[in-house]
């Protein structure tokens, strides 16, 4: 996988016992990434535990701080924790879980907690897997939430040339461009933002990432056609079994490729697990095993 400037982490060694460590969300059952560490571990060479861990909607402060006085080592934080970690983590964050305004890493150091957010390198890192080549790409975000917010910056860094953020509600990408502009000063990439039938503006696009929640309503994002330039690659952050509906729809559209977000699920584990332990797992077979066992085992 392609080397990333290591945030602050890099815990000392557990002392001997596999380390523990869990993913905390609610609901939570359904996550694969105890699936993931462990292959990751098996793979490396690391012994480790990784567990689930449930918290009440009004209790994630106390189950974090449980965890970690108890010898816990690391959290992975899922829906709908992650501004929470955010705030508990503040200010021992790393720039991208700062921009990004979510955490999905914890661990403590020295009695306090930090955080990062390898969302965004996750997506970045399977873009390149899946033959991408982001120096000047034109980028269209679908969506305007957490999601969308929290892989701004990383595909700013890999050196996208323009984004362009629609979405259902246009004033939320309005104020997230907004703010993100603000919070980086950056000049490049362009960020514009607008309605969804104002997709094309701007566009063709080498890359269209699906950053809602739509295929949870087993629909697609209600976008204009024409979207895809030549060789274009839709993906969509959700994954399944089947092919999403946006993956559908971008096909029709004329998406040279597409992908779902199983990839980015494995790569963000593969970054958390280099902060935790120093060593960065080779993500492809772990993505084709998790694959597998999609097929064999479609989420309910
Ligand atoms: P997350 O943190 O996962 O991004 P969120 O903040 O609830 O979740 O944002 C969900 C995103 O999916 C929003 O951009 C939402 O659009 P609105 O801001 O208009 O609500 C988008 N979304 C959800 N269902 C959608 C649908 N059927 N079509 C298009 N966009 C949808």
Redesign the pocket.
Known sequence: MTAYASPQAILPPAGGQPGRYAVIGNPVAHSRSPRIHAMFGEQTGIALEYGLLAAPLDGFEATVRGFFAGGGRGLNVT?PFKQQAWTLASPRLSERARLAGAVNTLWQRDGALHGCNTDGIGLVADLRALGMDLTGARVLM???????RGVLQPLAEAGCARIHIV???PE?AHTLAAEWLRATGAASPTVSAGA?DEAHKGGPWDVVVN????S??D?A??LPGGLYAEGALAYDMMYGAQPTPFMRQARADGAAATADGLGMLVCQAAESFFIWHGVRPDAEPVLAALRQELAAAPPR
């Not at 679908?142 to 969308?148: E, N």
């Not at 950053?211 to 739509?214: E, G, M």
Request: glycine share 18%.
């Open positions: 829906v679908v969506g305007a939430g957490g999601a969308a979405n259902r509600t939320k969804l950053a809602t929640a739509s949870l309503g629909a994002p209600d």
